[in-house]
């Protein structure tokens, strides 16, 4: 049996990194990086429609997972110009192409849980976006869902990165080793699943048949900032000396943030026919990655 083309953009990402080997699992798939080509898959810059149209003919892809985006939310509000360009030209790029190629392309776009800030679970139609960033992925996906095909993740994770990318969960270890002070806000919620979840979920909704547009997080009601961060410290044996509870107006930031990005995730449990993994249980991943990470 013939392996289905696919391309993930985004693939040197935290994302990314975990979403090709799943991915390739399922097919023959190519990644695409911006500032550096993945192992397996090569570098261009999707803003370029003439160079994504051309790798695109090249490739024929059946299935594209968009993950590539710019997330800085900061920096988002700072240049709008670039939010556009990077998270909204881009992706009409790859909508173009399909459409002009009529080769009824599967676009699975990665979206975020940004666009939420309403108490409690949100449904996929209860969007509230307060910044640039959340527009910006607001306005990829109505592109998105254009395609016959398309379908919408929205999502958030967490994770370890490398030498070369650093992530919230790797500040946290820095600055908790470093004695810096933390502060822990006790009135931002979210529910996002460990970046190896994530990967593995998305693979296999790329390779079903759903469309439109779902909420991919954990179960379990969601947890406030604050509290993800003393669990991840106690599971991972971290000192909390410079923990502060505190709230969201307590830091300066250029982008305004939502309070409430807890998603409700029974669409995609219909969907799958399986419940979502557990946040508390989640976080308890980290410690199975430091390991792994100490023994490689």
């Not at 799943?22 to 990644?31: F, I, S, T, V």
């Not at 192409?97 to 979206?111: H, M, P, Q, T």
């Amino acid at each position: 049996m013939s392996r289905p083309p696919i391309l993930l953009t985004g693939a040197t990402g935290l994302l990314g990194r975990r979403l090709q080997p799943a991915l390739e699992a399922l097919g023959d798939c190519h990644g695409l990086g911006f500032s550096t080509a993945p192992a397996k898959g090569f570098r261009v810059d999707l803003t370029d429609r003439a160079a994504t149209s051309s790798l695109l003919d090249e490739l024929r892809p059946v299935i594209v997972v968009h993950a590539a985006a710019l997330t800085d939310v900061d920096l988002c509000e700072r240049d709008p110009a670039a939010a556009h360009r990077l998270n909204v030209e881009a992706t009409r790029h790859l909508v173009d192409w399909a459409r002009a190629a009529g080769n009824d392309l599967r676009l699975v776009y990665i979206s975020t849980d940004q666009v939420y800030d309403s108490p409690g679970d949100s449904p996929e139609e209860a969007v509230d976006p307060v910044n640039v960033y959340a527009l910006s992925k607001l306005w990829a996906e109505d592109l998105v869902r254009r395609l016959p095909r398309g379908l919408v993740l929205r999502t958030n994770f967490f994770g370890f990165g490398d030498a070369r990318h650093r992530t919230f969960v790797d500040w946290v270890v820095e600055s908790c080793r470093a004695g810096r002070e933390i502060t822990l806000f006790q009135d931002v919620y979210f529910n996002p699943l460990h970046v190896e979840e994530a990967a593995f979920l998305i693979a296999r909704l790329a390779l079903g048949e759903g469309v439109g547009t779902y909420n991919l997080g954990a179960s379990g009601g969601g947890l406030s900032k604050g509290r993800f961060i003393r669990l991840m410290a106690e599971h991972l044996g971290l000192p909390s000396d410079g923990f502060r509870d505190g709230s969201l107006a307590d830091v300066g930031l250029d982008a305004r943030r939502p309070h409430d990005m807890r998603m409700a995730v029974g669409a995609v449990e219909a969907l799958l026919q399986e419940g979502m993994p557990d946040l508390v249980e989640s976080i308890g991943r980290l410690t199975l990655d430091r390991r792994q990470d100490l023994a490689s």
